[in-house]
């Protein structure tokens, strides 16, 4: 790939490229091969030092996935695929370590589904229209927040199955949002607790949009100690996943739902060398 910046003036600059990629597949069933160029340009403009509006357009190639074993096709490697994106968006410093932004997206992506053979295949086209918000910074020395949120209308455009026109793809959320806090312990150098909420609005079990499944929110609890050890600066840190061991299913599609995981203690450590 070739990627440039160019600086037109102190507020204006433009960035561009172009990506070449040469994707091979092979699979018990399927060998496949596909040459892709794919273009992205950039508008940049800084009204103040803290404020950058942009606009951009992007392609890129990506996998449309393998058939499950329970399609008639089982295995098989679906052909890449080209998507593209529009974006809009601003972001802004408007304290002392606080960056916020917001962004509007349009993307278009092949989609698939399953045909009357009860093959999996690509069958036209889907798009995801939304806004997504987002702020992150440091309240004072002690406490950091991180916020999100997408608001999206996802759509089947195009399609070879006419129930599925129009319709919600599988598994895409209209809504999600999250929010992390840390907080650093002053009298304790280094020792630093966290908590996060995450949660995800409903999600068709398929194109057809025959069902769904509930939106959920999930708690995860955490801490982490950063000191010095065997003459190196370590770093142990301890996370409980869905602390309120809530059930739920994580995902849907290609006639399946997933388990989402039980409550779960993960705890690790890093030794800076």
Same mark, same amino acid.
């Not at 895409?172 to 995450?198: H, Q």
């Not at 982490?224 to 996943?241: E, P, S």
């Given at each position: 790939?070739?990627?440039?910046?160019?600086?037109?003036?102190?507020?204006?600059?433009?960035?561009?490229?172009?990506?070449?990629?040469?994707?091979?597949?092979?699979?018990?069933?399927?060998?496949?091969?596909?040459?892709?160029?794919?273009?992205?340009?950039?508008?940049?403009?800084?009204?103040?030092?803290?404020? /950058?509006?942009?606009?951009?357009?992007?392609? !890129?190639?990506?996998?449309?996935?393998?058939?499950?074993?329970?399609?008639?096709?089982?295995?098989?490697?679906?052909?890449?695929?080209?998507?593209?994106?529009?974006?809009?968006?601003?972001?802004?410093?408007?304290?002392?370590?606080?960056?916020?932004?917001?962004?509007?997206?349009?993307?278009?992506?092949?989609?698939?589904?399953?045909?009357?053979? $009860?093959? +999996?295949?690509?069958?036209?086209? /889907?798009?995801?229209? !939304?806004?997504? +918000?987002?702020?992150?910074?440091?309240?004072?020395?002690?406490?950091?927040?991180?916020?999100?949120?997408?608001?999206?209308?996802?759509?089947?455009?195009?399609?070879?199955?006419?129930?599925?026109?129009?319709?919600?793809?599988?598994?895409?959320?209209?809504?999600?949002?999250?929010?992390?806090?840390?907080?650093?312990?002053?009298?304790?150098?280094?020792?630093?607790?966290?908590?996060?909420?995450?949660?995800?609005?409903?999600?068709?079990? $398929?194109?057809?949009?025959?069902?769904?499944?509930?939106?959920?929110?999930? +708690?995860?609890?955490?801490?982490?100690?950063?000191?010095?050890? +065997?003459?190196?600066?370590?770093?142990?840190?301890?996370?409980?996943?869905?602390?309120?061991?809530?059930?739920?299913?994580?995902?849907?599609?290609?006639?399946?739902?997933?388990? !989402?995981?039980?409550?779960?203690?993960?705890?690790?450590?890093?030794?800076?060398?």
């Amino acid at each position: 790939y070739a990627f440039d910046r160019i600086l037109l003036s102190e507020q204006w600059q433009v960035m561009g490229g172009v990506r070449r990629s040469d994707y091979q597949s092979t699979s018990a069933t399927t060998n496949y091969t596909a040459d892709e160029t794919s273009p992205s340009v950039s508008l940049l403009f800084k009204p103040t030092p803290a404020t /950058s509006v942009y606009a951009s357009y992007i392609e !890129g190639v990506e996998e449309t996935g393998q058939a499950p074993a329970n399609r008639a096709n089982a295995g098989e490697m679906l052909a890449p695929a080209v998507n593209k994106q529009i974006e809009l968006g601003v972001k802004a410093e408007v304290a002392q370590g606080l960056l916020v932004q917001a962004a509007y997206f349009d993307v278009k992506r092949p989609s698939t589904t399953v045909d009357s053979l $009860n093959r +999996f295949v690509l069958a036209g086209e /889907s798009r995801y229209k !939304g806004f997504e +918000f987002a702020g992150t910074g440091e309240i004072n020395k002690q406490w950091s927040v991180v916020g999100s949120m997408l608001v999206m209308d996802p759509r089947i455009t195009s399609t070879t199955v006419a129930a599925e026109l129009d319709k919600v793809p599988e598994n895409a959320a209209k809504f999600t949002a999250s929010i992390f806090a840390e907080y650093r312990l002053a009298s304790v150098p280094g020792l630093a607790f966290n908590a996060g909420y995450y949660y995800i609005g409903k999600r068709a079990v $398929n194109n057809a949009n025959q069902a769904w499944i509930p939106g959920v929110g999930l +708690f995860s609890l955490g801490t982490r100690y950063r000191t010095r050890m +065997f003459g190196t600066t370590a770093t142990i840190q301890a996370n409980l996943d869905n602390a309120a061991d809530k059930d739920y299913w994580s995902t849907a599609g290609n006639g399946l739902l997933g388990v !989402g995981a039980p409550r779960t203690l993960r705890v690790a450590a890093k030794f800076d060398l």
